[in-house]
Every structure is written in structure tokens, then in C-alpha cells.
């Protein structure tokens, strides 16, 4: 299975020519790439600008979407208009959605209405804090399973489970998680699947990891940590640096 690289620009950039500048900054890296799919999620008033710049390698994501089908719910977005844009794939569940107020419920009803259009949840899971009686896995269980609810097995398979702790994210991160600390979750989170679907499903999902992503850490955790891929925030605004995590993947 191909690799994926997911980006995840935020709030970011400003401007409609600083959107194309990033991607043709990419287009060197992208070439005669075949084993990863590099997934970039641009904010919403951009992911047209995006779909435009030519980049067969590139496939469009969003950050975010609304679960119901269309009607008087200002300033969200459908499915459908994404999907008839061209994205492929949707971040769901990202902690700075959910400290804005999406709950697990929310983020369940997102992934169904995502799953319904045959689009990819990319499922957002990740504890703010660790302590030292685990309590904190409880919390990525309830998520997990909370998140799920309601999704055949047959779906499953089409799910990207992003293991985001919140401690290691962003510019104010407390500090970088470490490969260990990746598989450990990932261990747990195909036990989780297990134990709701079954080990085939378990071993099919693919985790991805995503927390201070950066050219020094990246390969650590595909080659130590066993992640299918990695979500880089920060430095995938930068086309050096991000070219530089999908060379060290590639
Ligand atoms: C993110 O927000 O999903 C993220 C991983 O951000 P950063 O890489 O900047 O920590």
C-alpha cells in the first residue's frame, strides 16, 4: 500500500498566488513519485485555486466539511461541493476543530456523511495530555469508538486514522512525540479495530502520524514508528521542507 502524506495548511496562506506558488514549489519533489500519495488540504475558499494548479501527483483534501447534505447552515461546506471540486479526502476530527466545538458525535456524523459520498475520512484521534496511569488511552478509545459508530465494516478500510497528540502539535508544542510513542498507539488503535470489527479489517487500516512533523524527524517514524504515513501542519507550507519529508518517505 502507497504511502500518504497528508498537509495541512490551517489558516494558511493568504493569498490565491501564494497557494500556486507553494504548489509549483512542490512539483520538483512530486516527479516520478509512485509510491506515496501526497494529499494536500488547502482552507476551503482556496481548494478550487488548488485543483487548478496541474500536478497529477497532488491529490486534494479539505481540513473540514458539514455532515448535512445542503440548506440553511451558514458558512459551512457539503460533501458534494467538495466532492465536485475534486477532493478526495477529508481531515475529520483535527483537535483545533474539535476545541472549536466539533464533539465526538459531530465528528461521527461527518465521517458517515463522508463515507456515504465515497470520499476518505482522514479520522482525527489524540490526547492533550499523558499521564502516568494511562488514563489517556481511555480517552483515544472513547474517540475511537465514538467516532465510529454506526460504520460497516465494509467502510472501515476507507478510514485513515491520524494519531494527533495534542502535546506534540504546533509551534507551542510541549515537545515532539518520539517513534515509541507512535507505535504504542498504533498497537492499541488495531485492538481497538479488532475488538469492533475484526484482526482482517485491524490489519488492512492505515495510521498515520502527525504532531511537529519536520525533515529530522519524519523517517523515524515510517521506519521505527511503522507509520503508513505522516500530516504535517507547519512545514507543509514550506515547499523545501515538505519536499524534503516526502523525499525521506520516498
Ligand atoms: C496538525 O495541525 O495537524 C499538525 C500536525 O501541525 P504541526 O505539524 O504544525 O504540528
Sequence with gaps: MNKIIVANWKMNPQSKFEVENILKGLSIFTKNLNNIDIIVCPPS?????AGKVKNKKIVLGS????????????????????????VEYII??????????????????KILAVLKSKINPIFCIGESMRDMNGFYLSFIKEQIIEGLKGILK???????????PIWAIGSNAERGAVPQEFTEIRIYIKKIISDLYDIKTANIVRII????????NAESFIKEGGADGLLVGRDSLNPKKFGAIINLVK
Design 63 to 86: 481540513q473540514n466539511v458539514f455532515y448535512e447534505k445542503e440548506g440553511s447552515f451558514t458558512g459551512e461546506v457539503s460533501v458534494s461541493m467538495l466532492k465536485n471540486l475534486g
Design 209 to 216: 502520524y502527525g504532531g511537529s512533523v519536520n525533515p529530522l
Design 92 to 109: 475529520i476530527g483535527h483537535s483545533e476543530r474539535r476545541i472549536l466545538g466539533d464533539t465526538n458525535d459531530i465528528v461521527n456524523k
Design 154 to 164: 465494509s467502510q472501515v478500510k476507507n478510514i485513515i486514522f491520524a494519531y494527533e
Design 45 to 49: 475558499p482556496f481548494v478550487f485555486i
